[in-house]
């Protein structure tokens, strides 16, 4: 009789110890799951939004000197 008793709880508790294991496996399961899906749906967000154009600044062409830019002094100096 106390054998078949401890038969039947040692069922019990292994049958309880599965279930345990399901439950804890699926919820973290669930939880990878989820943050998956946040991390993809961010990635999309960021897709969405389009590049600005940036603008390249060129380096301004310094101005050679020239004969007809001449200042008004160099014809004064002249005379």
């Keep these: 009789m ?4 401890l038969q039947s709880l040692s069922i019990k508790k292994s049958d309880e ?3 345990l294991t399901m439950t804890t496996t699926t919820k973290t399961t669930t ?3 989820k ?3 946040k991390k993809k749906k961010r990635k999309r967000k960021w897709k969405k939004k389009k590049k600005k154009r940036k603008r390249k600044w060129k380096k301004k ?3 050679k000197w020239k004969w007809k830019r001449r200042p008004t002094e160099y014809f004064k100096c002249q005379l």
């Design 61 to 63: 062409k310094k101005r």
């Design 35 to 37: 943050k998956k899906e």
């Design 2 to 5: 106390c054998s078949v008793l």
């Design 17 to 19: 110890y599965v279930h």
């Design 31 to 33: 939880k990878k799951k």
